[in-house]
Structures are given as structure tokens and as C-alpha cells.
Nanobody, 123 residues
Framework: QVQLVESGGGLVQAGGSLRLSCATS????????MAWFRQAPGKEREFVAA????????DYSASVKGRFSISRDNAKNTVYLQMNSLKPEDTAVYSC????????????????WGQGTQVTVSS
């Protein structure tokens, strides 16, 4: 069992930055690929970014590539999402998730999920 807890969300003006964290429990953190998804009101959940088990490979959606950066610290059992140049359309609940399959954007193939943290970007 893996438990995920996100933090770092909040209200920020357009052009600003936020850093999200996802702390995990369990001794198997380093064996999971980790990702961030987001869901805006009235929209489906969408893939944002992923990092492989070692942190050496990353994957981004086209909408955030060049602005967001995902990383992990296996010693701290934590994955991060640095979000720069935020736009109002980035407003959503951001959730971290864990999967055993690399390069997967389908939410139903992620085994564990956090509760999410709200990010609101004002114009």
C-alpha cells in the first residue's frame, strides 16, 4: 500500500510560480514511476508530467512543457512539480499518482492517488 499526500497549492497571479510536493509512505517509493495529473471544474482529469523510478527520465504534456518541471527525491520519498509562468488555464486540482508502467498517460493505469491540492491562477 502506498499513501500519497500533496501540498503546496494556493492562489497565485498569472506569471507566478508554485512548487507542489507529494510525500509518500511505504518503503517501495523508488520502485514506482510517479506523475502529476490535474482536473479543472467541468473537465476530465488530464496528465501533466511524469518521472520514472530513478528520476532520470521525465515526460510532459504539451501544455506544460517548458514551464513545469517534475523531479523526485527517493531519499525523502517525495516527488515535486515546479510550476513557472503560470496561466489562468492552469487552474485545477493537482493530484500525484503512482504506477508501475512508464510513459502512461491514462489515469486508470495509475494504482495509487493522493487527494489533490488546489491551484488557482488569477489573471
Amino acid at each position: 500500500q502506498v499513501q500519497l499526500v500533496e501540498s503546496g497549492g494556493g492562489l497565485v497571479q498569472a506569471g507566478g510560480s508554485l512548487r507542489l510536493s507529494c510525500a509518500t509512505s511505504g518503503r517501495t517509493f523508488s520502485s514506482w514511476h510517479m506523475a502529476w495529473f490535474r482536473q479543472a471544474p467541468g473537465k476530465e482529469r488530464e496528465f501533466v508530467a511524469a518521472v520514472n523510478w530513478s528520476g532520470e527520465s521525465t515526460d510532459y504534456s504539451a501544455s506544460v512543457k517548458g514551464r513545469f518541471s517534475i523531479s523526485r527525491d527517493n531519499a525523502k520519498n517525495t516527488v515535486y512539480l515546479q510550476m513557472n509562468s503560470l496561466k489562468p488555464e492552469d487552474t485545477a486540482v493537482y493530484s500525484c499518482a503512482a504506477t508501475g508502467i512508464w510513459l502512461i498517460h491514462r489515469a486508470d493505469l495509475y494504482a495509487y492517488w493522493g487527494q489533490g491540492t488546489q491551484v488557482t491562477v488569477s489573471s
